[in-house]
């Protein structure tokens, strides 16, 4: 829920709140109608959070221990399975060589360079909240360059150093290896 509508209805103020909301528009009330409730009404205005560090001499944070931005687009899923395959493939290509920390310190500065890609993609949607075909558009963006980030992960089995979490990272960013 964006700020705007989440100070107008006092969440805040728990059950009261939940009841204005389902007032808002009668099919979110009507969706509602039946239910009973499990448990007390809960309103967590933000919940993002960046580590300052994400990496350090022979260990490194998760990307979800690293950041979380929103559930919105259910981003950390991809974000932990893609962190977890470079790890591995850090581990088995680098683990008690000169490079190790040095690979360690690219994987985290990949890590937050994703993490702000996915804050900014949030931002832009909740921005657009109020003008539906574009937050269509970017959604559809997103949900593209996902597909294309986990197919050509799958397709090539491994992850390619050239290859970011729905394509964030500008190719004159890395050097041009297999996409």
């Not at 919105?72 to 490079?99: C, D, K, Q, Y």
Request: hydrophobic share 45%; aromatic share 10%; charged share 20%.
């Amino acid at each position: 829920m964006v700020d705007s509508l989440a100070t107008r209805l006092q969440l805040s103020e728990g059950a009261p709140a939940w009841a204005r909301h389902l007032q808002c528009p009668p099919t979110v009330r009507d969706q509602f109608v039946i239910a009973t409730e499990d448990r007390p009404f809960t309103y967590a205005p933000r919940l993002a959070f960046r580590s300052g560090v994400v990496a350090g001499k022979r260990w490194v944070l998760l990307p979800s221990a690293a950041g979380f931005v929103d559930p919105l687009l259910s981003t950390g899923f991809p974000l932990v399975l893609l962190g977890v395959t470079r790890l591995a493939r850090i581990m088995e290509e680098h683990w008690g060589s000169n490079r190790f920390d040095r690979e360690l310190t690219g994987y985290a500065k990949r890590t937050e360079d994703e993490l702000l890609a996915t804050a900014r993609l949030i931002a832009g949607l909740y921005a657009s909240m109020d003008n539906f075909p574009l937050f269509v558009s970017l959604s559809l963006l997103y949900f593209a360059a996902a597909s294309f980030t986990e197919t050509r992960a799958a397709s090539t089995g491994l992850i390619s150093p050239a290859l970011s979490f729905c394509m964030s990272i500008r190719p004159s960013q890395h050097n041009r290896q297999t996409y």
